[in-house]
Nanobody, 111 residues
Framework: QVQVVESGGGLVQPGGSLRLSCTASGSIFSALVKGWYRQAPGQQREVVAVIAGAGIIKYVDAVKGRFNIYRDNAKNTLYHQMDSVKPGDTAVYYC?????WGQGTQVTVSS
């Protein structure tokens, strides 16, 4: 059974916004480390943003000030708010709870 489900990807223009969501079953959502990763064509998968423990948040330098990771514990959902997107943000985005990955969702930034 699918336990981690992502949604919210799509096509967005440069400078626009997009919000990704990732819902997981309770036992998976309780993971110590939750995060968003991305993989661009021909590139290795890289971390974008991570929430660890009681709320320590880290972002990769390329998205600082533009992206925001947050969670809704009542909904078992992890969010990824992407603002001021750039063509370089085009990638498949994955959520991760400890060792459990989402299926990935395509984000394309293009005019």
């Amino acid at each position: 059974q699918v336990q981690v489900v992502e949604s919210g990807g799509g096509l967005v223009q440069p400078g626009g916004s997009l919000r990704l969501s990732c819902t997981a079953s309770g036992s998976i959502f309780s993971a110590l480390v939750k995060g968003w990763y991305r993989q661009a064509p021909g590139q290795q998968r890289e971390v974008v943003a991570v929430i660890a423990g009681a709320g320590i948040i880290k972002y990769v330098d390329a998205v600082k000030g533009r992206f925001n990771i947050y969670r809704d514990n009542a909904k078992n959902t992890l969010y990824h708010q992407m603002d001021s997107v750039k063509p370089g943000d085009t990638a498949v985005y994955y959520c991760k709870f400890d060792s459990n990955w989402g299926q990935g969702t395509q984000v394309t930034v293009s005019s």
